[in-house]
């Protein structure tokens, strides 16, 4: 019996060597480090760490290595085609070089809803483009709500409200993946068809793009890294709700100014308010984007100024847009929402408007719109309603 227990013992031992050692080498495999060569047409490969030593081939720009060590200005690297060497560190850019930061990812409680990109910190400001859920922007600074960010080469500004952050390494672009319907994607440890899968992404995911090489890129998605094969990537905002958004018509619903007199001028102004801030103002004939219809006053864009903000209805002459204007109601877990008296939580309940059902818009504003429903007039939260944008 003793001799079993023992004989037990070293299977168990050995097992657990055997063990420790597959975890070794695995944990040193997901430990490598890759440099892509840029900053030139081609690296040479030399036999050591000087620009006087054998030349081994050259590497043309967006080539992958692994780099196995480092000695003076140089990293000792092993090619593709499984050369050894050494390569110059000024054009190499390393997997354990990232710069990391703050990064807003768009995050609206209602997932079909966009978030705003502005030129400017206000709800005026002109939109430069409109993002959805899982837009990674990079963090400049926060003031008064607002994100100054980087999509890509851009600065624009976003509520803080409609993000969440992660602290993860900072890309010098924005992709999304695309594959045959929306299958997933593997996210790679290393450039390479046969290497390990990190996690696997659906198609229509973006992406913050580190390093673009050959045939890989190198990428954080939810804060992992790895590699994504370029097959399946393009570059800027391509979901499919992205290209419905830029495909749908930009002339169905517009406005003109429309005074009763024509050296009057029509004030576009920051909120649905005759105190509100005045933007700009502007001459009868000039032709106005709506992009939201109510019956007192209109959310609209003006183009050649490139600015957002809201005219009394009353003053435009409409086109292509319905006789009386009205929004849905869409609560999440298909439950009632409240008709409020005023655009605040704080306000009294008038009444409780079902999911589905319809209101007419009075005046759209950015958290509340103003309606009436049933013959009562009051303010339903933007955020239950099919009203986007904030």
């Known amino acids: 019996m003793r001799s079993m227990h023992r004989a037990q013992t070293m299977r168990l031992g050995t097992a657990l060597l055997l063990l420790a050692l597959t975890l070794l080498v695995a944990g040193a495999a997901a430990a490598e480090t890759y440099a892509v060569v840029y900053g030139t047409d081609s690296l040479n490969l030399r036999a050591g760490a000087s620009s006087s030593t054998q030349w081994l081939g050259a590497y043309p720009n967006g080539s992958w290595v692994t780099v196995t060590g480092s000695k003076n200005n140089f990293y000792a690297v092993r090619t593709s085609d499984s050369k050894t060497g050494y390569m110059s560190k000024n054009f190499l850019q390393t997997t354990d070089q990232l710069t990391y ?28 483009t409109i993002l959805y859920n899982g837009v990674p922007l990079t963090i400049l600074e926060e003031s008064g709500g607002w994100y100054r ?46 290497a390990s899968v990190r996690r696997q992404f659906p198609g229509d995911r973006y992406v913050s793009v580190l390093y673009r090489g050959n045939g890989w890129w190198y990428v954080c998605i939810d804060g992992y890294t790895g590699f994504i094969s370029s097959d399946f990537l393009v570059e800027g905002l391509h979901a499919a709700r992205d290209n419905a958004a830029a495909e749908e018509p930009s002339g169905e619903g517009y406005a003109k100014v429309s005074n009763p007199v024509s050296t009057q001028k029509l004030n576009l102004r920051e909120l649905p308010s005759t105190a509100s801030t005045v933007v700009s103002r502007l001459s009868n004939g000039y032709k106005l984007s709506v992009l939201i219809q109510g019956t007192e006053w209109c959310k609209v864009y003006a183009d050649t100024i490139a600015a957002v903000g809201y005219v009394q209805t009353k003053y435009l002459k409409l086109y292509n847009l319905p006789a009386t204007p009205t929004l849905a109601i869409d609560h999440p877990q298909g439950s009632f ?24 818009i009075i005046a759209p504003g950015p958290e509340w719109t103003k309606v009436r429903y049933n013959h009562q007039t009051g303010y339903v939260m933007n955020y239950f309603t099919t009203i986007r944008g904030q």
């Open 337 to 360: 929402v409240n008709l409020r008296s005023g655009p605040s939580m704080t306000d009294s309940v008038l009444t409780r408007i079902s999911d589905g059902q319809k209101a007419t």
């Open 101 to 128: 930061g703050n990064v807003a990812i768009v995050n609206n409680q209602k997932a079909t809803a966009f978030l705003n990109f502005r030129s400017y910190p206000s709800y005026s400001a002109s939109v430069i």
């Open 149 to 194: 960010t980087m999509l890509g080469d851009t600065v624009g500004y976003v509520r803080t409200e409609y993000t969440y952050t992660n602290y993860q390494p900072i890309g010098t672009a924005v992709a999304t993946v695309k594959t045959p319907n929306n299958t997933a994607v593997n996210m790679r440890v290393a450039p390479a068809m046969n």
